[in-house]
RNA sequence: GCCGAGGUGGCGGAAUGGCAGACGCGCGAGGCUUAGGACCUCGUGGGAAAUUCCCUUGUGGGUUCAAAUCCCACCCUCGGCACCA
């Protein structure tokens, strides 16, 4: 053939590879094994995005080197296919989600085989296979069985018009997207996971893993560990206690208000008894504009709440006080809607002079602002808080004292008294697992009324040993909720012809009454099942293991947790995906692993033990593509116009791989160029006839060219490995005639990134077997090193001068050297040397006056 | 707001304490061609009194013989913020 064209190589290759197994993965194999893991794509109706082209093809080119390096490589690929977007597309156009999901998945299969990826075919999976979430479910059975799994009540958004639960990116400026009606918030009954249980443990264990640093940032930063001291503040003439979680205890004296979140329970008992209690010995004096400022503050997201300061408000609770242990002073309390009502118990105390929040809401509301900490040598103006560690004033006893010795002893001295211990706190939160959705994973439980009263009656009878016996951790927990057997899985999601809303912001499930109504596997009474489905992450939190244990059985399948295969492909020696899923998927599939390796159903504490990131691709235009900007590009026409090796390329060439960058028409053309240009030097060797001429300097950067590409795809830095072979390819044109070896290896650096191309040229050199069956070369070190080098000779540390010189050579010899240059003279002329920096193979910089 | 990342020619970027701008795109000149495209060769940060010198890595300051790289302050852009995946 005598042009390049990749229409015709690369589907022939694609069969190739595919009937002969190339890249099935063999359990057990006596070969070292590397699994190396993408995130799995979720099939939308918009089809694959070139951004899943580039990780892909980038984690695809360290697949196939490591195959040629001689690992058995698991490179796996499956479907997340549950979720929202799917449901929401099928409410907008008629199509059921799962003949929906079946089309998306067709579709992405066929782009993913067009880009020659080397994935292991046999081992898919998908999330809404029944067989393949029976054993979702089975998870979620085995953590309600160990308590890990409760219910608990958390307001969702709601559309009042449209009557259905809204996830948090379907309400825009507090409005449904798709109605434009006022969200509310609803409170409904949700199952929680107890992921804090696993806070602790989820950055301690992080040390050891190599995860790029700044993911291990992301991730400490948001299981949020502080230590500090949890004080309690008593309600003036209530029996009531106010718990304040601060970190700043040596600030005590310094507090003039408390201020607690609309969600706090004091707030709450307020509402519920409308501003009055204790028969009316305490009142809120201002409980309508109280009440008012409750309903305003229930409509913000969090995110509104804690955003702007300027927007920061409050409202006090006048009436009713606070009294600070320390020093029995009386305290106003107020209700502020930017303390959270989930961290640090929901209450904060006020310390004006040092904090800065504090500082804010005390000048916007004339609080007193008292200062207790003062630096260590000079004193602080009032303007600004001083928020740093310091020496106490005004602070009693304790005076004189620094923040640190401070700390100890106040909170030694509150413990004492009882009101107050040393505590941590997480900013991690319980993980909220229930979605009133169709398209999800059914949650496999019941509700039983019998068993319900038996378990309460028994409780209050203290007989909970006997309990104990009957029933699971999570059953008496959650008294009424009975779980499935596991024989009894999957419990199959059932085909509903309507999964439109109820209108109660229940799971279109509750509409099924025969579904719905059941026995109680327990008591064989009459129960109702949870109409509830799990959210998307529940699939996607150990799909790893999913492709380990898919079982075939003839032209069947089943999935198996066989630990022992578990045992041979774990941990994930590579795992890559986005930044964005840093904290959330990355975080709660760590959380499921290490409980699954609590129960001993997995082998190690961590799923990953490598985790890199990728960043995204814009459009040509610098925004996200998106449809509405009409800048999406499709793969399938770069792959029809350029083939899949010029678009594979191009993406890794594009720019660092971990961060966002913009699409390039005019950057494709400039690979397929490079591409071509490779193919016509293997033509053009074929026609040669001339003497071949050893070469030491060629000869010398093919050597370098395998030291960076090798090295270069270790680091993710796939845009330079590839700007290395093109420097090769352009030093080999200019070669007369081309040494056949220094082809080979060019082709073999070059079959991770071009595998079509790589193997059509590879049998052009007439060999029979596969590029990709070949040994990843190898470089000699002594044919590297050249036998000089350029020394840099710099005068005051700016570069006058450049000399050949031969390598190794001694300080006393550069500066000979360097001296003997005529630039250089004229730069020492008249002056006095007063140092000279010389550093080996590299530069030598005189210092003068 | 909180957490994280980033800012270098006309553009994507390279260089992580030692020659700033590798490699690619674009552009310019020439070759080939009836012509265009493709291809090949050379050039390409800015300024000037142009073989030489000065300036230049978001802005301002600092450390160092030497700073895009380290430190401090500021400005701007992007990602995440828990029911999108």
Redesign the pocket.
């Known amino acids: 053939m005598k042009r390049y064209v990749p229409q015709k190589i690369e589907k022939k290759w694609q069969k190739y590879w595919e009937e002969n197994n190339f890249y099935q993965a063999k359990d057990f194999s006596k070969k070292k094994k590397f699994y190396i893991l993408v995130e799995f794509?979720?099939p939308s109706a918009q089809g694959l995005h070139v951004g899943h082209c580039r990780s892909y093809s980038a984690m695809d080119a360290i697949a196939r080197k490591k195959r040629m390096e001689g690992y058995n490589v698991l490179f796996p690929i499956g479907w997340?296919a549950?979720?929202?977007?799917t449901e929401n597309y099928a409410l907008r156009t008629g199509i059921h989600p799962e003949i929906a999901t079946k089309k998306n998945i067709a579709n992405f299969k066929r782009q993913l085989k067009s880009l020659g990826l080397s994935f292991d075919w046999s081992r898919e999976i998908n999330t809404s296979d029944p067989k393949y979430y029976k054993w979702t479910q089975w998870i979620f059975l085995k953590l309600f069985e160990k308590g890990l799994a409760y219910q608990a009540e958390?307001p969702?958004?709601f559309c009042p018009k449209c009557k259905i639960?809204?996830?948090?990116?379907?309400v825009i400026d507090g409005k449904h997207e798709r109605c434009g009606e006022e969200v509310v918030l609803k409170k409904?009954k949700?199952w929680m996971l107890k992921i804090t249980a696993y806070a602790e443990r989820l950055i301690k264990d992080l040390k050891d893993l190599d995860y790029l640093?700044?993911i291990k940032?992301?991730q400490i930063?948001?299981i949020?560990k502080s230590e500090g001291t949890e004080v309690t503040f008593k309600i003036e003439n209530l029996d009531f206690e106010i718990k304040v979680f601060t970190t700043r205890v040596d600030t005590i004296f310094g507090v003039t208000a408390l201020v607690l979140a609309p969600e706090h329970p004091l707030v709450e008992k307020l509402v519920k008894e409308n501003g009055i209690l204790k028969e009316g010995k305490i009142k809120v004096e201002n409980w309508l504009e109280v009440k008012e400022y409750l309903k305003k503050s229930v409509r913000k997201?969090?995110?509104e709440r804690?955003?702007?300061?300027k927007e920061r408000t409050g409202i006090p609770l006048k009436g009713i006080f606070a009294i600070n242990p320390i020093n029995q002073e009386k305290l106003p309390v107020w209700v502020a809607d930017y303390v959270i009502g989930t961290y640090g118990g929901g209450a904060v105390m006020v310390v004006p002079a040092h904090d800065k929040r504090d500082f804010d809401f005390a000048k916007r509301y004339q609080l007193e602002i008292r200062e207790v900490v003062v630096p260590k040598e000079k004193n602080s103006p009032l303007s600004q808080p001083f928020v740093e560690d310091g020496v106490l004033i005004n602070s009693g006893e304790f005076s004189g004292l620094t923040s640190k010795e401070a700390r100890e002893k106040i909170t030694r001295w509150l413990k004492e008294k009882g009101l107050g211990k040393k505590t941590v706190q997480y900013?991690?939160?319980d993980?909220?697992f229930?979605?009133?959705h169709y398209w999800g994973e059914p949650i496999p439980l019941v509700f039983c009324e019998r068993c319900a009263k038996k378990i309460k009656e028994k409780m209050k009878e203290g007989k909970i040993k006997e309990l104990e016996k009957e029933y699971q951790l999570g059953e008496i927990l959650n008294p009424g909720w009975i779980a499935l057997s596991e024989k009894d899985l999957p419990l199959k999601l059932p085909y509903l012809e309507k999964y439109q809303p109820t209108g109660t912001g229940e799971s279109p499930l509750a509409q099924i009454e025969e579904w719905v109504n059941t026995k109680c596997p327990k008591c064989k009474g009459p129960a109702k099942r949870e109409t509830d489905t799990m959210?998307?992450?529940a699939g996607?939190n150990w799909y790893f293991i999913g492709y380990l244990i898919k079982k075939r059985k003839e032209k069947n399948y089943e999935y198996w947790w066989d630990k022992k295969k578990i045992s041979y492909w774990m941990p994930v020696d590579w795992y890559n995906g986005?930044?964005?899923?840093?904290?959330?998927?990355l975080l709660y599939s760590r959380f499921i692993y290490k409980f699954l390796y609590d129960i001993g159903a997995v082998p190690h504490p961590e799923p990953y033990k490598k985790r890199t990131a990728h960043g995204?691709v814009l459009g040509e235009d610098g925004r996200?593509m998106s449809k509405s900007f009409g800048n999406v590009i499709n793969p399938d026409e770069i792959i029809k116009q350029y083939g899949a090796d010029t678009l594979r390329v191009y993406e890794m060439?594009?720019?660092?791989f971990?961060?966002?960058?913009?699409w390039?028409s005019?950057?494709v053309?400039?690979?397929f160029?490079?591409l071509?240009?490779i193919w016509r030097l293997v033509i053009r060797f074929k026609e040669q006839s001339g003497k071949k001429v050893k070469n030491l300097e060629v000869e010398s950067l093919v050597q370098q060219t395998i030291k960076k590409v090798d090295e270069d795809l270790e680091k993710c830095?796939f845009?330079?490995a590839?700007?290395a072979l093109?420097?090769l390819v352009?030093r080999l044109?200019?070669e007369k005639n081309i040494q056949k070896r220094h082809l080979e290896t060019l082709i073999k650096l070059l079959a991770p990134f071009a595998p079509h191309l790589a193997e059509q040229l590879w049998q052009e050199l007439g060999h029979k077997n596969s590029v990709h069956l070949q040994k990843w070369p190898k470089y000699n070190l002594k044919l590297i090193l050249k036998e000089t080098f350029?020394l840099?000779v710099?005068v005051?540390?700016?570069?006058?001068d450049?000399i050949e010189a031969s390598i190794n050579i001694s300080e006393e010899e550069a500066k000979e050297l360097a001296l003997r240059s005529p630039?250089i003279q004229?730069?020492l002329e008249k002056k006095k040397i007063k140092?000279i920096?010389f550093?080996r193979n590299?530069?030598i910089?005189f210092?003068v006056e």
């Not at 549950?82 to 977007?85: A, D, K, Q």
């Not at 804690?306 to 300061?309: F, S």
């Not at 971990?658 to 913009?662: H, K, P, R």
């Not at 005051?796 to 006058?800: M, P, Q, S």
């Open positions: 794509p979720y997340d549950f979720g929202l977007p958390i969702i958004n639960g809204l996830a948090q990116e379907e409904l949700q640093e700044k940032t992301q930063n948001w949020g997201s969090e995110f804690t955003k702007l300061e900013k991690l939160r993980w909220v229930s979605r009133q959210p998307n992450w996607s986005g930044m964005e899923h840093t904290t959330l998927h995204i996200k060439f594009m720019g660092p971990d961060q966002a960058i913009s390039s005019q950057g053309k400039g690979v160029r490079f071509e240009r830095k845009n330079t590839i700007s093109m420097i352009n044109e200019k350029t840099v710099q005051n540390g700016k570069v006058r450049t630039k004229k730069w140092k920096i550093v590299k530069l910089n210092v």
